[in-house]
């Protein structure tokens, strides 16, 4: 009777049966009325008790609990708790895909709460910033938004977790490209191991240029332009936008200018295809001067290193 109740929202109705507070499914099922009417506080003070007497409802007290600590708007208490749970040397794996999105969620909601705050007011604490740079599932919202709010900050005391992360072949490059420009910015003298796209590297940012910085940038760009910008402008808008994309993944590979020409052609290819824009690899050869088996195989690196 009771679980049916519950099944069709007659939360009310099962609530009113649910008085035995000494039996733990009892507790539990009351959590989920008390949630589903909206009942926030009172669900979070019978939670509290929930949660430490719980065995068998353990993880579902957790995860109903959660959900009640974020519809209060108590995200820090939701995320450690959150935090506990993920870094217990077991959790049955059902749960631990739960709990993983939920530490989401509560980061994003508690980034969208402190919007329009003051700058000193920040988001993202710097153990959340950790977490978010060491899971092994990565939220890119989440990193992206993270490493937006290093910009006001000193990042030297995110460095460990930085060093593992650059060194983390799973990791964005596009994120790593923008983490080292950060440190560029901030003149971080330390000699570091970046590995991106199967490559090693040895960096120092202290020593290093900015991505757009590259003569490699206003090379192809300059090709670009000279073969697409007068004819189509739109196309040649995207293209920009893709050089400078492609420069952030590959960076800080070193680009030869022989293979500036075959680079711009495969851009130029790659965006066109993409725009359903017809285009023969002959007219790509013909713009750019270049070899088509040389213009296919930067083509191969985009699409190998875009997704």
Known sequence: M???YIANNQFQDALDLLNDMSDETTRYQRLVCLYG??????AKAEGMLAKAKATNTYYDVVSIYVATLKELEEYEDAINIMIEELSMPYIPFEYETVFNAAY???LLAKHEANEGMERYNRAFSIEDMENILSRDQINEDLLYMAIEQMEGMNIRRL???IRNFLKNEQKPAFAKSLLIELMIDQEIDEDLELVKNGINYDINPSFAPLVLNQEVGEGILKLLSEAIEDENPSLFALCEQFLSYYLYLVYPKYIDDYDYR???GAIHYHLASM???DIEMEDIEFLYNCDKEDVLEKLNEIKEIEY
């Open 275 to 277: 725009q359903y824009i």
């Open 37 to 42: 009417l909206g009942e926030y506080q009172q």
């Open 159 to 161: 460095m460990p977790v």
């Open 2 to 4: 009771i679980e049916e």
């Open 262 to 264: 075959p680079i711009a």
């Open 104 to 106: 989401d969620e509560l």
